[in-house]
């Protein structure tokens, strides 16, 4: 009974994804929102590599 109901949850799920020419699952990634990245509100990972190239004052100078 169980698998059953996960089976036709799952084919709920893809009918979009199934009949649409280009269906795909939707973007749920905090990066897939176009107001966010509007704002520049970005994931942690991302924040982190951003975060990393960023120099400070000291290692600009030092490059002079």
């Not at 009918?15 to 269906?23: F, P, S, T």
């Not at 990972?45 to 290692?59: F, I, P, S, V």
Request: aromatic letters at 4%.
């Amino acid at each position: 009974m169980t698998l059953i109901i996960v089976a036709i949850c799952t084919i709920l799920l893809c009918i979009k994804v199934i009949i649409k020419k280009n269906g795909r699952f939707p973007n749920t990634h905090i990066e897939g929102n176009t107001a966010l990245r509007k704002k520049k509100i970005y994931c942690a990972k991302t924040e982190e590599r951003l975060q990393a190239m960023h120099k400070n004052l000291y290692d600009r100078m030092k490059e002079e």
